[in-house]
Structures are given as C-alpha cells and as structure tokens.
C-alpha cells in the first residue's frame, strides 16, 4: 500500500531500524522493490534521482508517480516514494507538483548559512504543500574520489543542530564516512559522530552511500540513529549483471522478439536480491 515516507521513517524510528530507500531508474527495478518488500514484510521507499529523467530520460516524474502508486496498490506491506538529490526550489516545486510527497534539497555544497537559506526556502513551501524534505549538511562526495576519508566532509554536531533548528528539514542526510558510488576500500563509519549528531538533534538522520559499507557497520549506525538507508550503486549493478546473464542464456535463441522475456528475468533476480537485503539490514 502506498504510504507517506515520514511514516515510514517514523516505523523505522520506533524499531532502531533503517528503512531502505531504493534508486529505482525504471519500472522493472519499481516492480521488483514492491514484489520483494510484500514477500518479506517489509515497508521499504522507491526513490528516483532526479537525472534519470532530465538526462538518461527512463521516465517523467508524473509518470513515475503513478506507476509506483498503481503498484504500491497492489500490495499490502507499506511503501513509500521519494525523489532523491535535487538541487533548486523550482525543481523540488516541480518534483511535488508531479506526485512525490517527499523530496531532498541537497545544498551542501554551499557554506553553512546559504545552505540553510535554500533549505528553509524549499522546507516552507513544502509543507504548505503537504511533503517532507531531507536536506544534507556536511557533504557526502563519491567514493572514487575517497571522499569517505575526508574529515572535512564530515557533518559536525553543532552544524546539523543549527541547521536542522533554523530549515524545519524532516530528516538530514549526514556524512560520517560514507560516500556515494564504488568504494576503493571498506569504508569505516564514524559511529561516535553519529552518536553525537543523533543527541544534538531530533531529526531523523539519514545515510547515503549504502553500497559497499559492510552489513555490521549498517546494523549499529540503524541503531545508534540511522531511519533511512540509500541504496543505489549496488542495486544498479545488480540489474546490469542480470541483462548480462539474460544476453548470454537467451542470445542463441532465434525468437526475433527473446527481448520481451527479459524484463520478468531480470526481476526475478533483482528481488532474489533485495529479499536478502531486506531481511538481513531491516527489522522492523
């Protein structure tokens, strides 16, 4: 069933669990996250990033919207919607306007009082609206970069309390050593940071950068106050190895259309997947 991301966030909260927010580029990685969630019981977020449709063009933000709620329907374990990093108030307007009730205004790459500035700005209309907003303080790099190691990076306790006073934000994405994309070698949370953001602030706190971070370090940041996990690079690569092995079993078959079989195989082994992440990082 479709359900509101702050409720969510809120079960994950009352559980010291993480929900996982999924990228999902298209429908067959929507469809496998619902199916995936409904077989294990487990409420979980499907979430777009914004350059899925302005450059690589997958969808439209309407037409994702309502796909997700059509299937959402066709279930009964809660799920939720959210558009990922977005970086202007026109976007975000537009982002709600076509169906999404939860969204992030990623500023952090802006000093500490232009970002709040622009959150804030974002934050109030939203409401007005009806939908939530994450925002980002710190900054969360990529991992090629090694951008995981740079202290520099990391969210400091009293910032993300200004921040998260002054913005009205409904959750905060925070960097303690994680970064987005491949990591060249295993990242190592920053548990104390995230103990002292998690007491100087009563916003829910979210962790980008999910792919790669080992199950155990998850396991005791969704504890020591992480409600909402991102997923992305793991799952993507996922889906390419599941085209390959399609390519590979079915490119003998002479069927001029073996193409329209694809979809269901691949899904078949993205929710194999996503079951066994859902059952190892969720306890709800």
């Known amino acids: 069933m479709y359900e509101r991301v702050e409720n969510i966030i809120k079960m994950a909260e009352e559980k010291k669990t993480a929900a996982i927010a999924f990228i999902c580029m298209d429908h ?26 302005s450059i690589q063009k997958t969808c439209t933000k309407k037409g994702y919207a309502e796909s997700f709620k059509a299937l959402a329907k066709e279930v009964k374990v809660p799920l939720g919607l959210h558009m990922d990093h977005d970086y202007s108030y026109e976007a975000l307007i537009d982002t709600i306007g076509s169906g999404f009730d939860s969204a992030m205004m990623d500023g952090s790459m802006n000093d500490l009082d232009t970002n709040i500035a622009v959150t804030k700005k974002v934050v109030d209309k939203a409401h007005e609206l009806g939908a939530i907003i994450e925002g980002e303080i710190g900054h969360v790099g990529l991992a090629a970069d090694n951008a995981n190691h740079d202290e520099d990076l990391y969210t400091k306790p009293d910032a993300a309390e200004k921040f998260c006073r002054e913005t009205g934000v409904d959750s905060l994405a925070i960097s303690i050593g994680n970064a987005h994309g491949e990591y060249k070698d295993t990242p190592h949370l920053d548990i104390k940071r995230l103990e002292e953001i998690d007491a100087a602030t009563k916003t829910p706190l979210v962790l980008h950068g999910g792919s790669g971070i080992p199950d155990d370090q998850l396991l005791m940041a969704f504890s020591k106050g992480i409600s909402k996990f991102n997923l992305g690079t793991e799952f993507l690569g996922k889906y390419f190895k599941a ?3 399609y390519v590979a079993e079915y490119g003998p078959n002479p069927d001029p259309v073996k193409i329209i079989q694809m979809p269901e195989y691949v899904q078949a082994r993205l929710q194999a997947y996503l079951e066994e992440r859902m059952k190892t990082l969720c306890h709800f």
């Open 28 to 53: 067959v990685m929507m469809r496998s996250v619902v199916y995936a969630a409904e077989a294990t019981n487990t409420p979980a977020i499907v979430m777009l990033f914004p350059e899925h449709v």
């Open 243 to 245: 085209v390959e092995e």
